[in-house]
């Protein structure tokens, strides 16, 4: 695709629902990005992957949120158990490399009722 | 962790004005890079603008360029000529050489008056 996309673009889940939000990458990029952006902040990082590996899960919050990208290419940002602490922007970015310039998504806006 | 500061909620410009955005960051690093990111109201960001920190010029991008003070720990971000599309939010973001995380300040909206 011409960019990073993002599904679902809204979601309102009641707490203690589980979610699931999906990142497809520009085609061919290795590296993958999640952030999360509460409301009126900037985003902040949460894992990074470089192909199906994840490298880094130091900025996830609790271990009620969970990421993959097994194939390498699609992503998905998984929370258990949502609470309303975890309503933001889910961001998602990929680039080339991992230094490279990040492309982003236009978000996930995760409401929890 | 790096603190990146901008102090600056909000600005408003008129249209063909100028307008500077303020940021200050805090690191013990000698290389790294800094970002200006704009974020329309549809949400989705991109890159407006970057500094790699052993250069000692000014990174420029059309109307939109840096002013990089290095001892002073400060980016800001000069706007010239604005334009209706320019309103958005503006983040100011470092990265550490080496490294692949973001670290974004809380951003400045920035709203061009016809």
């Known amino acids: 695709g011409a960019g990073v996309s993002q599904s679902p673009r809204y979601k309102v889940a009641k707490r203690g629902q589980d979610v699931a939000l999906r990142c497809d990458p520009i085609?061919?990029?290795?590296?993958l990005f999640w952030y999360q952006q509460a409301l009126g902040q900037g985003p902040e990082f949460l894992t990074y992957?470089?192909?199906?590996?994840?490298?880094?899960k130091s900025g996830l919050p609790s271990d009620r949120f969970f990421a993959e990208r097994p194939e390498g290419s699609v992503s998905t940002l998984k929370i258990q158990r949502t609470q309303q602490e975890d309503s933001a922007v889910y961001l998602c970015?990929?680039?080339?490399?991992?230094?490279?310039?990040?492309?982003f998504g236009p978000g996930t806006r995760l409401t929890v009722l | 962790a790096q603190t990146v500061t901008q102090s600056q909620p909000e600005m408003s410009v008129q249209e063909a004005e100028t307008v500077t955005l303020s940021c200050t960051y805090d690191?013990?690093?000698?290389?790294?890079?800094l970002f200006w990111y704009k974020q329309p109201p549809s949400r989705q960001m991109i890159l407006v603008i970057r500094?790699?920190?052993?250069?000692?010029q000014n990174a420029t991008e059309n109307r939109f360029s840096v002013n990089f003070q290095k001892a002073a720990k400060s980016f800001s971000l000069k706007i010239s000529d604005s334009q209706l599309g320019d309103t958005a939010m503006y983040f100011c973001?470092?990265?550490?050489?080496?490294?692949?995380?973001?670290?974004f300040g809380a951003g400045t909206t920035v709203t061009v008056r016809a």
């Open positions: 970015a990929s680039s080339l490399v991992g230094l490279a310039e990040q492309f």
């Open positions: 085609s061919g990029h290795v590296s």
């Open positions: 992957f470089q192909n199906e590996a994840q490298l880094d």
């Open positions: 690191t013990s690093e000698n290389n790294y890079y």
């Open positions: 500094q790699e920190a052993y250069k000692q």
């Open positions: 973001a470092f990265m550490k050489q080496d490294d692949y995380k973001l670290s």
